[in-house]
């Protein structure tokens, strides 16, 4: 006679378990961030879990030698059926705890722009943390369409680096270089998305200082209301282009 132990029931559930080589800190965000701790346990050596929603992160010991600041812990997947709305409340939880959203250094949190599918969190051991849109398609190009060429190409590769290598500076780079080799002879809604991107970028990074640069070759530039949608759509906040739009004319 056979019972329920004899068979494998597919009702399994896996749980990441993280390297956490800052614990403290790992602590103090994720409860920031509104998760609660299921467990925590600093010595004999570090096992803290947490949950949220309907998921769980476990994290345990790191190696002796593993920095945060590299990045290099690892991280897991959390698949999701409405990810917008992840994003909405992990804004709303920085904004509260920290004042504004972590876009640099650690923790941070990548932004959003309307429309995709992915984003993705890094805690304070240097995880990756992200949320992927359950029926994200399947044909999605992770390496850049090869049929663009020029500014549109650049364009292209800079939101792949953006929104799925999560590279905030190889993708300013790459703006930074195809507005210098490509913008010539490009479309002027083309140029405009880049130099959106770059102003937001800019503003992100360490290099605040080239805001204005990029800004006034923006405000320079003429465009229809329909051009000016496509360019608030290509940049996660729009918010950033506003000292940048040319005054509407008066009546």
């Not at 803290?48 to 345990?60: D, E, M, N």
């Not at 949320?131 to 044909?139: A, G, L, S, Y």
């Not at 209301?225 to 940048?244: F, G, I, K």
Request: net charge negative; with cysteine.
């Amino acid at each position: 006679m056979t019972t329920d132990e004899d068979h494998v029931r597919p009702n399994e559930t896996t749980v990441p378990l993280l390297h956490c080589p800052a614990p403290e800190e790992t602590l103090a965000f994720w409860r920031a961030l509104g998760f609660e701790v299921a467990y925590e346990q600093l010595k004999p050596y570090v096992y803290l879990a947490f949950t949220w929603s309907g998921f769980q992160l476990h994290y345990g010991p790191a190696p002796k030698d593993l920095d945060p600041a590299k990045e290099q812990s690892g991280g897991c997947l959390v698949m999701v059926d409405a990810v917008a709305s992840y994003h909405a409340v992990f804004t709303e939880a920085m904004r509260r705890a920290y004042g504004k959203v972590l876009v640099k250094g650690l923790p941070r949190m990548s932004r959003y722009r309307a429309g995709t599918s992915r984003f993705s969190i890094v805690d304070p051991s240097g995880n990756t943390i992200v949320f992927i849109q359950r029926d994200e398609p399947k044909d999605l190009e992770y390496g850049g369409s090869t049929e663009l060429e020029g500014l549109a190409r650049v364009l292209d590769n800079a939101r792949i680096l953006r929104e799925f290598k999560m590279d905030d500076r190889a993708a300013y780079r790459a703006l930074d270089s195809g507005m210098r080799r490509r913008a010539e002879g490009a479309p002027v809604v083309e140029q405009a998305m880049a130099l959106a991107a770059l102003v937001e970028l800019a503003t992100a990074l360490d290099k605040a200082g080239q805001v204005p640069e990029w800004g006034a070759r923006l405000q320079s530039l003429s465009l229809t209301p329909e051009q000016r949608t496509q360019v608030e759509q290509y940049v996660a906040d729009p918010t950033v282009l506003e000292p940048w739009w040319p005054e509407p004319p008066r009546p």
